[in-house]
């Protein structure tokens, strides 16, 4: 007959055991979890926005689990694309920190191919340098180069193919002394964008846009806000005490000003500048 005491052993027992395999399941979800523990090898290009006639940095990112001894990538982009002096660097990153001992690239602008290999110790001593993982992407590389003057907004594709160059060159990792194929590659590009255009300039309270302050912008303003005169094309301009609204207040403020020692006008004021106030007042055309 089972005891009491016995009971409570086998019951101490089946707890355990629930809670050994409880732990054992948490144990691999957090193996599963944990970044840099199951990276798909991964090679990717980024994003840069540059303007016409500028030069540009574009990112190469890679992401894989362990120590690596060295990399190889190979990326294709339209031959025609309107960019010049383009290389590769890749000392301003991580790797460029280890400093690697063989660094070798091919860019061929003809055919739309870069190819690059690097190894972090490729020279006697051999001391096992490697690059660890940091359990997200890292900068690998920078594409860098120019962009023509005077070409349209557009997106320069850059993809990231095995196979470039001669001899042929993939897109791998060397881990330890095994090459691991990269399987998850991904596009970037170089956005090609016009600078928007220059913000418009004026003289606050130089409502004629001559670049004076004084009685022919009283005159103007008292002209366009009661006689139906001409609207000036600098509505900020007329806005001399900078309270968002252009009304006679704005012809009583220049007076006090010109005559009466009163305050002068927020900036922009003596010299031309930017309205630096949030208003629904406008500047169509600056000076």
């Known amino acids: 007959m089972t005891t009491m005491s016995g009971n409570r052993r086998l019951f101490s027992t089946a707890v355990f055991d629930v809670r050994l395999q409880i732990s054992l399941w948490l144990l691999m979800l957090l193996l599963v979890a944990i970044p840099g523990l ?105 594409l860098l180069g120019d ?40 596009s970037g590009h170089i956005e090609v964008r016009n600078p928007p255009p220059p913000e418009p300039v004026f003289i606050r309270g130089d409502v004629n846009m001559d670049t004076n302050v004084d009685l022919a912008d009283v005159i103007y303003h008292l002209d366009y806000t009661f006689l139906d005169g001409p609207l000036p094309s600098c509505m900020d301009a007329g806005d001399a005490n900078d309270d968002g609204i252009s009304d006679i207040s704005d012809a009583i403020f220049l007076l006090y000003y010109l005559f009466l020692d009163g305050a002068g006008p927020w900036v922009p004021f003596p010299n031309p500048g930017v309205d630096w106030t949030d208003d629904t007042l406008g500047c169509e055309q600056g000076l």
């Open 38 to 142: 199951s990276q798909e090898p991964m090679i990717r290009v980024g994003i840069t926005e540059v303007n016409p006639g500028q030069s540009f940095s574009l990112p190469l990112e890679g992401d894989w689990d362990g120590l690596v001894a060295g990399y190889s990538f190979s990326i294709g982009f339209d031959p025609d694309a309107p960019i010049n002096n383009l290389v590769v660097d890749v000392y301003g990153t991580l790797a460029g920190s280890i400093e690697a001992e063989y660094v070798q690239e091919q860019v061929n602008p003809g055919l739309g191919t870069i190819v690059c290999g690097v190894l972090f110790d490729a020279l006697p001593p051999f001391e096992g340098q490697t690059l660890p993982s940091l359990g997200m992407p890292q900068e690998i590389a920078f």
């Open 147 to 186: 962009v023509d003057a005077g070409v349209p907004e557009q997106d320069i594709v850059f993809t990231p193919v095995d196979g470039y160059g001669d001899p042929p060159i993939m897109n791998i990792f060397i881990i330890g002394t095994v090459s691991v194929p990269v399987t998850n590659l991904e």
